[in-house]
């Protein structure tokens, strides 16, 4: 059983390292630490606690790497790792796999741990990062045992509720594909702070200690217990100069807190057994009727109550089409988009709300709706083998990046007709061509749409949450926030955006 579980292991631990993609987001995250590390001399810092800069020392940069780190797994480890089992059913591998006396157990368990090994080892290098910063950075000697405690304490029980979720969200048929990306981002988004605004509250964490697994809570209580204050700031923020500084110890591990940990990481381990109920075992029927309730369940019965709808309309794109060009093209594609994806009870919920809702409020959520529909638009091809084919067709070769853009912005023009008949700003018409060239860039650099998801979800929270407080957030003007030179900012992004994902066109066109 061992052996077959660590032959899982170590195959999908190559399989994963050798992949660009997985080279370019370790050299991502081991970048982050350079600039999460800000010298103190250009008037930011890494820490600040009650307003008053922690010294670079071995415990305020190992907690406060640690910290980012986690959230970083939290956010970004899920949706690297959440696609293990799909992998073998592409590449069949999955079937093979069945016919051995290896067991649906083993198997899960083997994925697990894959996954657990895959992030532990990108943590790993991630320290080892953070270790040379505090040498280039510090003020302080470097403590290598004092640096591990800190991460020690703090990641483990991330790591194994990232990895055990991603079996989970990958065995159920409704959560493994967009729908369950989208679920997971705002579960581990509210996971964050339910334990830490309890203790921030004046409360005692209790039973509900053992569901903060991302720490937030176990270190709003070191804050409180070693400074009584829970003001902290983490992650290159302006201080004071004129404070004197503050000496951090490293956090520390008290007998209630240990039990807390050690119990928030093994507490995702029965998520396997739920898994293995509603695992495959890569039946060939099990997985096409997986595939067919995916098709069939509330957000597909929803798009059939609007086919008809959504037929006229692609009736009228596939007329328009008849003379092939690129802006007729790109109706075409917002067409099927339409008749694919279940937009036309959003649409008319938008028109609804446009009438009596307000903007801050109208906005945000359209804009929320539309970067999850436009993510599969760039790589619906790719991902479906049928690249070859959309090339043959006059102007998409050399115009794809063009073409999908255009496509995302009709598309974006139906869904938020509400809030654009009612808000009819420069702002908001920058904010969806923003949001639209990062999905195209985002999309055709990475092949995936799970990259524009998270990216996109994680900075329209962000946004959503500083309710317009910070105006260089409010990219679309939701908040009336935004200056002109904030919004031309945004449209510069746009461009660069744009250019970027035709640079990268460009380059796979001369290679094939």
């Not at 198997?107 to 280039?136: P, Q």
């Not at 507490?267 to 595939?291: E, G, I």
């Not at 920058?430 to 998270?454: E, H, M, Q, R, Y």
Request: charged share 15%; glycine share 8%.
């Amino acid at each position: 059983m061992i052996g077959r579980i660590a032959a899982i292991v170590r195959a999908d631990f190559l399989i994963r390292f050798r992949r660009l993609s997985t080279v370019v987001v370790f050299l991502l995250l081991s970048a982050m630490a350079y600039l999460w590390v800000p010298d103190p001399r250009t008037g930011r810092a890494l820490i600040e606690i009650d307003g008053h800069r922690a010294v670079y020392n071995s415990a305020a940069i190992g907690m406060a790497t640690a910290l980012l780190g986690t959230i970083f797994i939290g956010l970004f480890g899920f949706y690297v790792i959440s696609n293990a089992i799909r992998r073998d059913v592409q590449s069949r591998c999955g079937f093979v796999i069945a016919s051995t006396t290896m067991r649906s157990s083993e198997y899960l368990i083997g994925k697990f741990v894959g996954n657990v090994v895959f992030l532990a080892t990108f943590v790993g290098g991630y320290m080892l990062t953070s270790m040379a910063m505090l040498v280039v950075r510090g003020e302080a000697p470097l403590e290598p045992w004092t640096f591990f405690q800190q991460y020690l304490y703090t990641i483990p029980p991330t790591i194994v509720f990232v990895s055990a979720l991603a079996i989970l969200f990958e065995s159920i048929p409704w959560l493994a594909g967009k729908f369950g990306d989208v679920v997971y981002f705002f579960l581990w988004a509210t996971s964050l702070g339910v334990v830490a605004s309890m203790l921030e509250k004046g409360g005692n964490p209790g039973v509900l200690g053992f569901f903060d697994f991302s720490g937030f809570g176990y270190l709003m209580d070191q804050m409180h217990s070693a400074f009584h204050t829970n003001a902290l700031a983490i992650g290159s923020t302006t201080f004071d100069a004129t404070k004197s500084t503050i000496v951090f110890t490293g956090l520390t591990m008290p007998t209630m807190w240990m039990v807390r940990r050690i119990g928030s990481m093994f507490l995702p381990l029965p998520l396997l057994a739920v898994a293995l109920l509603f695992f495959h075992r890569f039946d060939p029927v099990r997985v096409r009727k997986s595939a067919d309730k995916g098709r069939r369940n509330w957000l597909g019965r929803i798009n059939m109550l609007f086919k008809p709808f959504a037929r006229a309309m692609f009736a009228l794109g596939t007329r328009a089409s008849a003379t092939p060009t690129l802006v007729r093209s790109a109706l075409a594609e917002a067409m099927t988009a339409i008749t694919t994806a279940p937009i036309s009870l959003a649409i008319a919920g938008f028109l609804v709300v446009a009438a009596i809702g307000r903007a801050s409020e109208l906005v945000p959520i359209g804009l929320a709706a539309l970067g999850i529909l436009l993510a599969d638009v760039p790589t619906r091809e790719r991902r479906a083998g049928t690249t070859g084919l959309v090339y043959s067709a006059p102007h998409l070769r050399s115009g794809f990046v063009f073409w999908k853009l255009l496509a995302m912005v009709l598309l974006s023009i139906v869904l938020l007709i509400g809030p654009i008949v009612r808000t009819p700003t420069l702002q908001l018409a920058v904010g969806i061509l923003f949001t639209c060239a990062g999905a195209v860039a985002l999309g055709v650099i990475s092949g995936n749409p799970k990259t524009f998801i998270v990216a996109y979800l994680s900075f329209w929270y962000l946004a959503t949450n500083d309710k317009g407080h910070t105006p260089s957030l409010d990219f679309a003007g939701a908040y009336g926030k935004a200056t002109p030179s904030v919004t031309l900012a945004y449209l510069g992004i746009a461009v660069l955006f744009i250019i970027a994902a035709q640079a990268m066109h460009t380059w796979r066109l001369r290679r094939a």
